[in-house]
């Protein structure tokens, strides 16, 4: 289903939000046979309940639905009853605070949208006029732009490599009027991207490097996406257990993809960067090893303690590129460490961020939007674990502690000179179905980015 709002003079059926305590008022602006219908079916306005009342005809004349009875459990609660309900045209006529209605708008058109590559599915059929009072243009673009993240990292790695993923690029760059270029292969060692090179040489599937421009005028944001396509762990080979979701390695890509969508779509004032490294990392006789010492792009020489802490290496080049321009902000995305799924779980996306401003931005607009981030500190005492007195860098510090952290300062080091800079460790997937949200791929923080945009860059 297109994941837009039904048109405004489409004749719809009115949904009322119901609770317990409201139920009693309700029931009273409605006709005797309404009410006595309603205490036929037993609706007692329970969290999810549906109330269908027929008019004379038999068409449904009004629909009403229990709201859950503590919101702050979770989020897109009217995804729910766009799946209960049966097809048609609906608009909601209670009374509702406009974060919360452009949440529920939301969630209803994210209830449509399903991942159908490889069988045959569909999602919610009932469509929603959008309410009065939302930017119906804006909630369609988050719609789409979570859409993308979410099939780029469903579809499997054997259809979702280096080169897939840099035509998922190239078509959102011809959709947007965007300019991109692609340094593929041996081409990345003359490019002087020598750690995206040492990390996907392995694969027959060549590594690349994703760099897409949009926008002429205003200030310049880039954004860098972690593109691991899948990651085996390398030479340090993962179990199995752990090798069974890394198709979903190159989240953060899929992310800043689907933030671009967003930004383009609306149209933002302002000069936007995606930069993608996207590669396979693979065993094969010149994978590359542990103790090896690598150069990068920024001179900086790093130790291989870990071949399958490969993410923050493409990573690293692909930092150093983007803050040889100096935007005005900067932002990593990546699925980068168990650490942080520890620390917060798979439903928090956590940051850090080199500016108070940045931080505080985000930490409003993430609870505007309901898209839940924390900080995390870029902690000065730990930068100690990062320097293996034989290189510059370890990409793998003995003992884990602290392992978001000291990946991020990794990271931080290959952004120095970057005005504002910010990380995102996120997981990028939904591990049990909630509302609005499958078993799957999934956005995280990408919509709390997109509010804050405009406090942050001054737009």
């Known amino acids: 289903m297109t994941l837009r709002f039904a048109e405004p003079q489409v004749p719809a059926t009115k949904l009322h939000i119901v609770s317990r305590e409201n139920l009693p008022a309700w029931r009273e602006t409605l006709g005797q046979e309404p009410r006595n219908w309603l205490e036929r079916i037993g609706f007692s306005g329970a969290q999810d ?7 004379g005809p038999g068409a449904i004349a009004v629909a009403g639905w229990g709201t859950p009875a503590k919101q702050a459990r979770g989020r897109f609660h009217m995804a729910t009853i766009a799946g209960k309900l049966p097809e048609g045209v609906y608009e909601i006529a209670t009374d509702l605070p406009q974060e919360l209605l452009a949440e529920s708008a939301l969630g209803w058109l994210l209830a449509g949208h399903v991942f159908d590559r490889y069988t045959p599915r569909s999602g919610a059929k009932a469509r929603l006029k959008a309410p009065a009072g939302i930017n119906a243009a804006l909630i369609e673009a988050i719609a789409a732009g979570e859409a993308l993240a979410r099939d780029l990292i469903n579809i499997p790695a054997n259809d979702m490599g280096p080169d897939e993923l840099e035509q998922a690029a190239r078509s959102l760059a011809d959709a947007h009027g965007a ?110 090893r542990p103790q090896d010492i690598l150069p990068s792009r920024k001179g900086l020489t790093v130790e291989i303690n870990n071949t399958d802490a490969e993410g923050r290496l493409v990573l690293a080049d692909a930092l150093t590129l983007a803050t040889e321009e100096d935007p005005d902000c900067l932002i990593s ?35 505007r939007v309901a898209d839940p981030v924390w900080r995390l500190p870029f902690h000065e005492p730990y930068e100690a674990m990062i320097e293996p007195g034989v290189a510059d ?66 737009l």
């Open 333 to 367: 995305m990546a699925t980068l460490t168990g650490a942080a799924r520890v620390a917060v779980g798979p439903d928090i996306a956590p940051f850090y961020s080199t500016q108070e401003p940045m931080a505080a931005a985000l930490a409003a607009a993430a609870l």
């Open 49 to 55: 309940e549906v109330a269908l009342l027929p008019d």
């Open 179 to 288: 300019a991109i270029d692609v340094t593929t292969g041996d081409a990345l060692i003359s490019a002087n991207l020598p750690l995206i090179h040492a990390v996907g040489r392995a694969s027959p599937r060549a590594p690349r490097l994703i760099d897409m421009r949009w926008g002429e005028t205003g200030p310049t944001l880039t954004l860098v996406g972690k593109g691991v396509c899948f990651d085996t762990g390398g030479l340090n080979l993962k179990p199995g257990a752990s090798m069974g979701l890394m198709k979903k390695d190159m989240g953060g890509a899929a992310n800043v993809l689907g933030l671009a969508s967003m930004i383009m779509a609306l149209k933002l004032p302002l000069r936007l960067r995606v930069l993608i490294p996207a590669v396979e990392n693979a065993v094969a006789g010149n994978s590359f």
């Open 393 to 458: 860098l370890d990409n793998a510090p003995r003992g884990g502690m602290a392992g978001s952290i000291t990946a991020a300062l990794f990271l931080r080091r290959f952004a120095e000179g970057a005005n504002n800079y910010t990380h995102f460790d996120i997981y990028g997937w939904q591990p049990a179905a909630a509302p609005a949200r499958p078993v799957g791929g999934v956005g995280q923080g990408i919509r709390a980015i997109l509010d804050a945009l405009p406090e942050v860059l001054g």
